[in-house]
C-alpha cells in the first residue's frame, strides 16, 4: 500500500532539506517551530500527516542537544496526529563517538540516542557515515547507513591529481580509508598517532611512504581540526607535495577555524550535512569546499518511499 510522501525540517540545516525537497520535487511540508521565554521549544505541524508516509531530517550539530529535543517533539507531533509511518533523516548522528565503555561508569550514548527515536515510535533511520558502523546495531528498526564517498571520488577525479595517496588520520579509520583509496585507485598511508584527552592527538610517524606523493586525509569528520592539521604537518615533514583533508562531517567547533587558517593544508573537502558557519574568518572558509549529498539522501527516500532497494547507495 503507497502513502502519499510528506517532508519535514528542523532548524538544524534547513539549506540541505530544501535542496533534498528540490531532487524530490516536492515541497517541503509546513511547520511551525518557535521557543519561548524560558528556551522550550514548541512545535506545530501545519500539515495534515494522517495516514501519510512521513520524513523529518534534522542533523544533530551544535547546538546538538536543542536539535535532539526538537525532533523528539517532531516525533511527537507526528504519532499523536496518526501518520502512517514515520523516518528520522539524521545525516550527521550525534553522540556517534560515544559508541562504547571507554572507561568505567560512563554512558554508551551512542546507544542513548538509539533508544530514544525507539521509544518515539521512529520506523526507520536514514544516516550518512557513522563514526562506528557497529551502532546500527543499537537499533531494532530498520537503518539505512549511507556514503557521501562517492560525491567526495567524482570531485577528486574531476581534478586529475597524479601520484595520489589516501591517508587514514589514525589506525581506527583504516578500514574507511582503504575503501576510499580503492575508489580512487591509489595507494594507502596511515597516521600513528596517541590521543591523550579528548579533542586533542599527538602525531608519532607516518606509516607509508608519502615522499613526492599528493595525500588526502580521509575521515568521516572534522572536529577541532587538531588532528588532520598536525597530520598535514606530518605529511609535509614527510616529503608530501600538497595535502587535503576530505570528511563528511565539518563540526568545526572550538578553534576549528583558527586551526584551519593556521594550517599547511591545500583544501579542506566536507559535505553539507553540517550546515557551515559563514560568520567565520574568510581566510579559514576559502580553503573548505563544501559538495552535496542532498541527492543521495533524496535517492534513498525516493526509493525507501516507493517500496524499492536501497542497497545500491551503499556501496
Not at 8 to 23: K, R, T
Not at 213 to 226: E, P
Amino acid at each position: 500500500m503507497s502513502y502519499e510522501l510528506l517532508i519535514f525540517s528542523g532548524e538544524s540545516n534547513p539549506q540541505l532539506s530544501h535542496e533534498i525537497c528540490d531532487y524530490l520535487k516536492v515541497p517541503l511540508a509546513k511547520v511551525e517551530l518557535r521557543r519561548f521565554s524560558d528556551g522550550e521549544m514548541f512545535v506545530k505541524l501545519n500539515e495534515n500527516v494522517r495516514g501519510r508516509d512521513v520524513y523529518v531530517i534534522q542533523t544533530l550539530s551544535a547546538p546538538s542537544n536543542d536539535y535532539l529535543v526538537q525532533l523528539i517533539l517532531f516525533l511527537d507531533s507526528i504519532r499523536r496526529a496518526s501518520a502512517a509511518r514515520v523516518t528520522v533523516v539524521m545525516p550527521y548522528y550525534g553522540y556517534a563517538r560515544q559508541d562504547r565503555k571507554s572507561e568505567p561508569r560512563v554512558p554508551i550514548s551512542a546507544r542513548v540516542i538509539a533508544d530514544l527515536l525507539e521509544a518515539m515510535f521512529a520506523d526507520r533511520l536514514i544516516c550518512m557515515d557513522l563514526h562506528a558502523d557497529q551502532i546500527q546495531g543499537f537499533f531494532r528498526i530498520p537503518v539505512d547507513h549511507l556514503y557521501a564517498a562517492p560525491v567526495f571520488v567524482d570531485y577528486i577525479k574531476q581534478k586529475r591529481i597524479k601520484d595520489l595517496i589516501v591517508v587514514a588520520p589514525d589506525t581506527g579509520g583504516v578500514e574507511r580509508a582503504r575503501f576510499f583509496a580503492r575508489q580512487l585507485n591509489a595507494s594507502l598511508a596511515i597516521i600513528d598517532k596517541r590521543r591523550d584527552r579528548p579533542n586533542a592527538s599527538e602525531v608519532m610517524h607516518v606509516i607509508g611512504d608519502v615522499k613526492g606523493k599528493n595525500c588526502i586525509l580521509y575521515d568521516d569528520m572534522i572536529d577541532t581540526a587538531g588532528t588532520i592539521s598536525n597530520a598535514a604537518q606530518a605529511l609535509k615533514d614527510n616529503g608530501a607535495i600538497s595535502v587535503v583533508a576530505c570528511a563528511s562531517h565539518a563540526v568545526l567547533s572550538g578553534k576549528a577555524y583558527e586551526n584551519i587558517e593556521n594550517s599547511i593544508l591545500d583544501e579542506i573537502i566536507v559535505s553539507n550535512t553540517i550546515l557551515l558557519n559563514k560568520e567565520k574568518p574568510k581566510k579559514s572558509l576559502e580553503k573548505i569546499k563544501v559538495l552535496s549529498i542532498a541527492h543521495i539522501v533524496g535517492e534513498a527516500i525516493r526509493r525507501i518511499h516507493n517500496e524499492e532497494s536501497v542497497s545500491s547507495l551503499f556501496l
